[in-house]
């Protein structure tokens, strides 16, 4: 069995990570699990009956949503701290993995390498430190059919999701989603891409400029609350100011538009949905820029 230990940021960073390593434990056949992923499981058919958040699929016979956190801070500070301890940790036939993304010299671990391999699949816990470098994507593409069974939403935010597509596709030929990441993105990268909402109401129109024969509408989702007279004389409908429902309400869009961010670029890869990255204010928004995020 493999355990994934440290939590990889938000939910964008959370689902690429375990779905990376749910790609590769469906190709070598073993067990994963996330305690990790507490605070998101409860979302997902997959993980919404397992208070471990494991791969394949499990019931629980308790689920206890709260005490989730109390279970990932306990194996955070007793049984990752083992890995100081080879003796102990050799006794209770665990191995560990810190691959840390400071300092390990490759953009990414690739996880069809023979040592992960063999770690994975022989008879013994693997613990992945830090999974945030953990990847394989060619068996994600492979198997990416279930993986986003697994990563389904639950029927309730289902029925909400399409019921905001229902109403956002009203009156539209195109429905573009548009991912407005303020707050945090004040810092991240020094302020880089965060952009005003002024300035995103601007690439909107001349976005729609660029198509004038077709009926553009924009499903506007935030981190923060947006002045809506903003995008006044825009064809626009906000989102349901949920992490989930918006996310996977992108994934039902025919193209989005945002910051970098795993936010959008796992809508683009759950929907199959082209994607363009907006690194730049000012940047012209053409359509063959737009590119499906393959994992």
């Known amino acids: 069995m493999v355990i994934i230990g440290k939590r990889a940021g ?3 960073n959370r689902l690429f ?6 790609a590769n434990a469906i190709e070598y ?18 993980t919404q009956d397992d208070f471990f958040c494991r791969f394949p699929a499990r ?5 206890i949503p709260a005490l989730q956190k109390v279970f990932y801070q306990l194996l955070t500070t007793c049984l990752l ?13 665990i191995s560990f993995l810190d691959i840390d993304p400071k300092t390990y010299p490759a953009e990414s671990y690739d996880m069809t390498n023979s040592e992960y391999v063999h770690l994975a699949t022989a008879n013994n816990l693997l613990i992945i430190k830090d999974p945030w470098l953990f990847r394989d994507s060619a068996h994600l593409q492979k198997h990416n059919d279930q993986v986003r069974l697994f990563f389904a939403p639950i029927e309730k935010h289902s029925r909400a999701i399409a019921d905001l597509i229902v109403r956002a596709r009203q009156d539209c030929d195109v429905l573009v989603g548009i991912h407005i990441r303020q707050g945090d993105y004040k810092r991240w ?19 729609a400029a660029t198509m004038p024969e077709k009926r553009i509408k924009f499903l506007i989702c935030s981190n923060e609350k947006q002045d809506e007279a903003i995008f006044h004389g825009l064809n626009y409908i906000v989102g349901n100011d949920h992490q989930l429902e918006d996310m996977y309400a992108f994934a039902q869009c025919d193209l989005l538009i945002g910051p970098p961010s795993t936010y959008t670029l796992w809508a683009s890869f759950y929907g199959s949905v082209p994607l363009f990255i907006l690194k730049a204010a000012d940047a012209q928004i ?9 994992g």
Request: some cysteine.
């Open 286 to 294: 053409n359509c063959s820029e737009f590119h499906i995020t393959n």
């Open 59 to 63: 019931k629980s016979g308790y689920n």
């Open 189 to 207: 990268q020094g302020g880089t891409y965060y952009f005003s909402t002024s300035e995103y109401a601007a690439a909107m129109s001349r976005f």
């Open 81 to 93: 701290p083992l890995s100081n301890f080879n003796r102990l940790a050799k006794l209770l036939n």
């Open 29 to 46: 056949g073993y067990e994963v699990q996330n305690p990790s992923f507490y605070g998101y499981g409860h979302y997902f058919k997959g």
């Open 17 to 22: 990570v375990f779905a990376h390593i749910i």
């Open 10 to 12: 938000q939910l964008g």
